[in-house]
């Protein structure tokens, strides 16, 4: 079975400070793509960052970095400097590739609140 | 460049009943996803379209169905409405065809769908 866990279903740091979102992945495929997506209060949900399982550097998108364990099958997201804008909720994903269609597996989420 | 429009934003229905979303992808996007968002299961894949053509679907009974339209735009329809069925619906779109892109999905704002 493919899926994904986020085992921190609230976390709330200060402004300014660092925090690190936590994610664990199961599936049998060894060719994936892995995703932190973002759904702030109004909904719409946007692409933070992206990972192809192949590469074994870890991706960066300015002030977010993950770090990626594909042994491990872990895929943290560090967010630092931390911003009022970053309150959100925030969604591990991993994409499986099934006869040329994508489909995204998704964790539960982690409710992250940046205080000021 | 406008983003994913989902319509209705709000609609409250009765148990029995049949309800049709609506989802037009940002231009240029071909791939059409369909999620169910609640608060016990989290987000979950519905099915998703490319081309008029269903490639894949989730684990949800036939009462969900969808299609995709030559303009790429796509309904989603859920018949004989459930208490359970109460959920935020999601439709994504996306430029499949680049490999760089996959899973890079563009968001709506979503469907709120309640069953009274």
């Known amino acids: 079975a493919q899926t994904v866990t986020q085992s921190q279903p609230e976390m709330s740091v200060q402004e300014a400070e660092t925090v690190t979102l936590s994610c664990t992945y199961d599936?049998?495929?060894?060719?994936?793509?892995l995703f932190w997506y973002k759904q702030p209060p109004s909904r719409q949900m946007i692409l933070v960052i992206r990972?192809?399982?192949?590469?074994?550097q870890n991706a960066t998108e300015n002030r977010f970095s993950v770090n990626f364990q594909k042994a491990a099958k872990s895929f943290s997201l560090k967010i630092s400097d931390s911003q009022l804008g970053d309150t959100a909720m925030y969604f591990c994903?991993?994409?499986?590739?099934?006869?040329?269609?994508?489909?995204?597996?998704f964790g539960q989420g982690t409710r992250l609140t940046i205080n000021p | 460049k406008a983003g994913v429009t989902q319509t209705p934003r709000y609609l409250i229905k009765t148990r029995g009943q049949q309800v049709t979303l609506s989802c037009s992808p940002i231009?240029?996007?071909?791939?059409v996803s369909w999620y169910q968002q609640t608060p016990g299961q989290g987000l979950q894949f519905l099915f998703e379209?490319?081309?008029?053509?269903?490639?894949n679907k989730g684990n949800f009974p036939g009462r969900f169905s969808g299609r995709q339209f030559s303009n790429s735009r796509s309904e989603m329809n859920v018949s004989t409405l459930e208490l359970g069925d109460s959920a935020l619906y999601l439709c994504?779109?996306?430029?499949?065809?680049?490999?760089?892109?996959?899973?890079?999905?563009?968001f709506g704002e979503g469907s709120r769908l309640t069953v009274l």
């Open positions: 379209y490319f081309s008029e053509t269903q490639r």
């Open positions: 994903a991993f994409i499986l590739i099934i006869q040329g269609a994508q489909k995204l597996v």
């Open positions: 990972q192809e399982a192949y590469k074994q």
């Open positions: 994504a779109s996306s430029f499949f065809r680049d490999e760089t892109r996959w899973g890079e999905l563009f």
């Open positions: 231009s240029g996007h071909r791939s």
């Open positions: 599936t049998s495929e060894n060719n994936y793509y």
